[in-house]
């Protein structure tokens, strides 16, 4: 059986599904020459950039698995896939220690605003260093603030991880999540059990100092004007999530209205182009959607697809 591998796949997963027979294409193939080249494959495995909808589906009757690697399916037509017979899998977990890691980097970044020395520092820092460093002199420390988890699953667990060891108040709200609790490994192996306090919608955005989003897009922004209205003065937000979980336009006003103080973005409502009044406003700190982009959750995510795939395909 053949598999092509469009958004690539770790070098760990390849090599355990050429062990198991498999030819593994990693050749990225063009989304418009899909319908007609993926004829010639048994299984696809995509990351973001890869769309997978109906009419490829119906082009390619051959497929029989689409694997996801990552979280997020919404670029896969996934019920109608499953209707008509192709399982449909992806790896939900390898990756969310490296996307809660990525959004404190965000945090950490805005609190010392990072995201305007790194671009000021290297024209204005041999003439202008002292003007910066009182301009920078302001921060704050993250212990003993609090954080709003929008979106409970596996990543808004693992954010709650880090946020609960670097002594932050930890607000979370999910429609699924029945209970609030984190299981932390502390050192030598020990694991406790922590509580945390799940809150409403309205609740969390009025008490979070910061807030960080792990939620799909459905269709609308979650989060928009009436929702920034909500926090506090001076609170910040993250989205390594999904874009257009948040208003752009909403997110720039209240920017720019001084009602937030720095927002971090690894998702924009416009990929692979996002809007240019976000790349260059002087308090977004800016990733290119990498949240998954590490080596540890790469490896992992190659391995869980490949042992996936083998599973299935080779019953």
Known sequence: MKILANDGI??????????????VDTQHIAQEELADKLKSYDAITVRSATKVRKELIDACPNLKLIGRGGVGMDNIDVDYARSKGITVVNTPAASSLSVAELVFAHLFTGVRFLYDSNRKMPVEGNTAFAKLKKAYGAGVELRGKTLGIIGFGRIGHETARVALGLGMNVLV???????????????????????????????LLSQSDFISLHVPYKD?????????????????????????????????????????AFAGLDVFENEPTPREEILKHPRISLTPHIGAATNEAQERIGVELANLIIADLKK
């Open 10 to 23: 770790d070098a760990v997963g390849k090599q355990l599904l050429e062990a198991a027979g498999f030819t």
């Open 173 to 203: 709200h999910d429609l699924f999540a029945a209970t609030a609790s984190i299981s932390l490994t502390l050192s030598g192996g020990i694991q406790v059990e922590v509580p945390v306090h799940a809150a409403s919608l309205d609740e």
């Open 220 to 260: 609308r922004p979650l989060i928009g004007k009436e929702e920034f209205d909500k926090m506090k003065d001076g609170a910040a937000i993250v989205n390594a999530a999904r874009g257009g979980v948040v208003d752009e336009e909403a997110l720039l006003d209240a920017l720019n209205s001084g009602k937030l």
